[in-house]
T-cell receptor, first 113, second 110 residues
Framework: GAGVSQSPSNKVTEKGKDVELRCDPI?????LYWYRQSLGQGLEFLIY????????KSGLPSDRFSAERTGGSVSTLTIQRTQQEDSAVYLC???????????FGPGTRLTVT | RKEVEQDPGPFNVPEGATVAFNCTYS??????FFWYRQDCRKEPKLLMS???SGNEDGRFTAQLNRASQYISLLIRDSKLSDSATYLC???????????FGTGTRLKVLA
């Protein structure tokens, strides 16, 4: 079946602009996660959604970052007033409530110039 | 102490060798553990769940040591294609939030 998809695959933006990153999880997966990975670094947890529960936003680095998940499916991560330090690969993952094995999308490579 | 720690490596091993990595975690109440494999400039891919009784999948064996708070991944008969970064993931107790280690890099040499 279809895996997790993310768009765009690459995004170059100017400092100060807003960007929106999209994630389409595996059908039936109730949990959705966003992570950030800088070059040569590990995965940094940003936010996760589980069903209709309030999202865990504890990893968002600043109030410039926000995310929503509409209809329990597609999620959008928004970064306002982008800074150069926001440059990274943003990865989305989804998992089922049975086993919480996370399946990752291919990521969005964000470059802020 | 970091919540999840891994030796960054690299571990350089010859083909056919057996290699093991550990991943230590700080919260003794963590219940859910996974190993992922990440190739250069690719997304992580699930390798194995880690069960309390240990589990094996072909050349790969994962174990959990609760007393010492670490999980391990053993790779037998290493192949060139095993060269990658191996990430562990540990849940924050009471949640389904996972913290990933920074990864251990493995290079299998011909």
């Amino acid at each position: 079946g279809a895996g997790v998809s993310q768009s765009p695959s690459n995004k170059v933006t100017e400092k100060g602009k807003d960007v929106e990153l999209r994630c389409d999880p595996i059908s039936g997966h109730t949990a959705l996660y966003w992570y950030r990975q800088s070059l040569g670094q590990g995965l940094e947890f940003l936010i996760y959604f589980q069903g209709n529960s309030a999202p865990d936003k504890s990893g968002l680095p600043s109030d410039r970052f926000s995310a929503e998940r509409t209809g329990g499916s597609v999620s959008t991560l928004t970064i306002q007033r982008t800074q150069q330090e926001d440059s990274a690969v943003y990865l989305c993952a989804s998992s089922s409530p049975q086993d919480y094995e996370q399946y990752f999308g291919p990521g969005t490579r964000l470059t802020v110039t | 102490r970091k919540e999840v720690e891994q030796d960054p490596g690299p571990f350089n091993v010859p083909e056919g060798a057996t290699v093991a990595f550990n991943c230590t975690y700080s919260n003794s109440a963590s219940q859910s553990f996974f190993w992922y494999r990440q190739d250069c400039r690719k997304e992580p891919k699930l390798l194995m769940s880690v069960y309390s009784s240990g589990n094996e999948d072909g050349r790969f064996t994962a174990q959990l040591n609760r007393a010492s708070q670490y999980i391990s991944l053993l790779i037998r008969d290493s192949k060139l294609s095993d060269s990658a970064t191996y990430l562990c993931a540990v849940n924050t107790p009471g949640t389904y939030k996972y913290i990933f280690g920074t990864g251990t890099r493995l290079k299998v040499l011909a």
